[in-house]
């Protein structure tokens, strides 16, 4: 009876056994996809877009051959696909472990002669096991676009908003040239793309919302389209001059604005009318011994806003400088630094510094900052700062600075933005009604705000780049 009961659990251990190495063919077969739809944002046309995947599993306690991955575009398909090593279009004969699963890969590349308009592209996978059949949707938006890799600008240039521009490589405006970039224009720039400004950059963006001028990576695909540092930024080197910025919008660079060495000319060297510089991961407007008017600009949510050193001269009127904590950005860094110095190797090297800063807003919340205007001196050079008519949030006021005046200051009180939501990464920078910021500005003589909007005659105007209306 022993042996007997020895061989009836061989048997058993047996038949798992072949059961576990054999294959299912039923029809019925429990066969589930982990998406049965797969969709790509926009995709420019030849550069490709990132690989998504699905996962087919075998929810069987038999093996499963599938007999066809396959898509249904073949050749001529924009998708491309990759199950388990193989290519497509079509891949046979794949096996899948009893209880386990194969990843299938997708990518979509589009052609750039296919449309100069936003489009859908469409296809499917169709998976074919035991006479049954299953369909993954696939789903790119693509887009054609002016693409520039290691351009150069060497003689006067206009890009006009016929197509979306896509930089790769970098982007460099060579001295005594200039490029011009008319409203309505989208420009999108690789991760590893600078735009180096030698010569000489006019943006003209126009108030209404679809002629400003946007500037941002070319990652936008979720997540990354909210990334901070998706691509370098904006750099003016020293032969830079007579940069006009209207109506731009420069978000998601590492370093937006990079302004260095005086001008050389009587103007300043930068000049930003109405414009937004938003989640930049290291600094938003850096200058070093420069020059920058700016009215009316929003600099919003990055790891340093401004930041002007080793002197220089800066004009800003009307802006709203302002960080909130977020989940990609912990403000722990003043919205405002300037000085008259920077240290190279542990070495001050000085420049005077004139500065005024008029009906602007300088403000951080859910961070670590208690100062978020700090100005830091060396006795060794001049320093002229002022700060007129302004709501801040410090702990220690810069006033007490030698060379640092300031006037009609509203200190530490909560500006009141209009609506923050840093989970939804929503920031709205108006003001509500009950602002202590409205109608509490100096006449700058600037007759509109951000939104193109009247400033008021006959009473104070409202602190920051926006009225309430």
């Not at 800063?357 to 001196?377: A, L, M, P, S, Y």
Request: overall charge negative.
């Amino acid at each position: 009876m022993k042996n007997l009961a020895l061989i009836s659990i061989s048997i058993l251990i047996l038949f798992y056994s072949c059961k576990k190495e054999s294959f299912i063919t039923s029809p019925d077969a429990q066969v589930s996809m982990s998406a049965d739809e797969i969709k790509f944002d926009t995709v420019f046309t030849t550069t490709g877009s990132i690989t998504q995947f699905f996962k087919i599993f075998n929810d069987n306690d038999q093996k499963l051959r599938l007999s066809s991955i396959k898509l249904m575009g073949g050749n001529a398909s924009y998708f491309k696909i990759n199950a388990d090593g193989f290519i497509g279009p079509e891949i046979p004969n794949i096996e899948i472990e009893a209880n386990d699963s194969v990843y299938v890969f997708v990518s979509v590349s589009i052609d750039q002669s296919t449309a100069n308009i936003p489009f859908i592209i469409q296809d499917s996978i169709q998976i074919t096991y035991n006479g049954t059949t299953q369909q993954v949707n696939l789903e790119a938006w693509g887009q054609n676009a002016h693409f520039y890799r290691d351009k150069k600008i060497t003689a006067d240039e206009a890009w006009d908003n016929d197509l979306p521009y896509v930089i790769l490589g970098s982007l460099t405006v060579d001295a005594n040239n200039k490029l011009t970039i008319n409203k309505g224009c989208r420009i999108y720039v690789h991760a590893d793309a600078p735009i180096l400004v030698d010569g000489t950059l006019e943006i003209n963006g126009e108030k209404d919302s679809v002629d400003w001028v946007q500037l941002q990576g070319d990652r936008l695909d979720e997540p990354y389209n909210d990334f901070p540092a998706g691509w370098p930024g904006i750099f003016f080197r020293n032969t830079s001059k007579d940069n006009v910025l209207n109506y731009a919008v420069i978000k998601n660079a590492y370093q937006a604005l990079a302004v260095v060495d005086p001008s050389t000319n009587a103007n300043p060297k930068l000049v930003l009318n109405e414009c937004i510089v938003d989640n930049a991961y290291d600094a938003g407007i850096i200058a070093i011994n420069s020059s920058i008017r700016a009215t009316n600009c929003l600099v919003s949510n990055c790891g340093k806003n401004v930041i002007l050193a080793k002197g220089g001269n800066y004009q800003f009127t009307h802006c709203t400088i302002a960080s909130i904590s977020n989940i990609y950005i912990l403000h722990r860094e003043p919205v405002l630094y300037v000085s008259n110095y920077i240290k190279v190797n542990n070495v001050p090297v000085l420049a005077a510094l004139t500065a005024v800063f008029r009906n602007c807003i300088f403000w951080g919340e859910n961070g670590t900052v208690d100062d978020e205007v700090v100005v830091d001196k060396d006795p060794g050079a001049n320093l002229n700062v002022n700060f007129d008519y302004n709501l801040w949030k410090v702990q220690n006021n810069p006033s007490a600075i030698t060379g640092v005046i300031s006037s009609g200051i509203i200190n530490n009180q909560n500006p009141l933005f209009d609506s923050i939501n840093t989970t939804q990464r929503f920031y709205n920078f108006r003001l509500k009604d009950e602002s202590p910021a409205k109608n509490k500005a100096t006449n700058a003589g600037v007759s509109f705000d951000l939104d193109g909007k009247p400033r008021p005659v006959g009473i104070a105007p409202d602190l920051g780049c926006y009225e309430r209306q």
